[in-house]
T-cell receptor
Framework: NAGVTQTPKFQVLKTGQSMTLQCAQD?????MYWYRQDPGMGLRLIYY???????DKGEVPNGYNVSRLNKREFSLRLESAAPSQTSVYFC?????????????FGPGTRLTVL | ELKVEQNPLFLSMQEGKNYTIYCNYS?????LYWYRQDPGKSLESLFV?????AVKQEGRLMASLDTKARLSTLHITAAVHDLSATYFC?????????????FGTGTRLKVLA
């Protein structure tokens, strides 16, 4: 049981390049989330998927797109990277309803845009 | 709008001392969470608090929730070096018709030997 996995762990892009961050979970969770964390700040929600087939904008969605490929996988795409998108990106997942509503986080992707 | 404020932002304390981190949130929330993050690592869930008056303890950490005051505290008892980390609180709830998670900015704790 790997939990939440993310690839790649590190990435350096030039301004204007595109890339996709991958996230997968093997806990049969319904909901998945993408956050960014900037130095000295908490996590800010970019996009989330409450269940397979749905996606919604979070607090800071501009410059990003997402795809909920299936129940396990939720990807985040940067179409034209900008230096302001330099950050650490975390994916998380949780059961849709009931229980503690606890989110489980992946190890993060450290992205630098030059 | 759902907002979360933590204080202090930085905390340097001696081993063996007690201290409390505070988390205030702005509107009704259905759950409050505490996470720990070590440098360069992901977030580890510590506590989930569901109702008014809830108290949870794990080792030297104890979290409590007062929903009427919209306040949660994370109390550290007899701190040890291993507790050095950044601690985040977060709340979940519906804002503008959408279910969201909002995180505080974190409290960076350093325990000095």
């Amino acid at each position: 049981n790997a939990g939440v996995t993310q690839t790649p762990k590190f990435q350096v892009l030039k301004t204007g390049q595109s890339m996709t961050l991958q996230c997968a979970q093997d806990m049969n969770h319904n909901s998945m989330y993408w956050y960014r964390q900037d130095p000295g700040m908490g996590l800010r929600l970019i996009y989330y998927s409450a269940s397979e087939g749905t996606t919604d904008k979070g607090e800071v969605p501009n410059g990003y797109n997402v795809s909920r490929l299936n129940k396990r996988e939720f990807s985040l795409r940067l179409e034209s990277a900008a230096p302001s998108q330099t950050s650490v990106y975390f994916c998380a997942s949780k059961i849709l309803a009931g229980g503690s509503n606890e989110q489980f986080f992946g190890p993060g992707t450290r992205l630098t845009v030059l | 709008e759902l907002k979360v404020e933590q204080n202090p932002l930085f905390l340097s304390m001696q081993e063996g001392k007690n201290y409390t981190i505070y988390c205030n949130y702005s509107t009704t929330s259905d759950r409050l969470y505490w996470y720990r993050q070590d440098p360069g690592k992901s977030l580890e869930s510590l506590f989930v608090l569901l109702s008014n008056g809830a108290v949870k303890q794990e080792g030297r950490l104890m979290a409590s929730l007062d929903t009427k005051a919209r306040l949660s505290t994370l109390h550290i008892t007899a701190a040890v070096h291993d507790l050095s980390a950044t601690y985040f609180c977060a709340v979940s709830g519906t804002t503008s018709g959408t279910y969201k998670y909002i995180f505080g900015t974190g409290t960076r704790l350093k325990v000095l030997a």
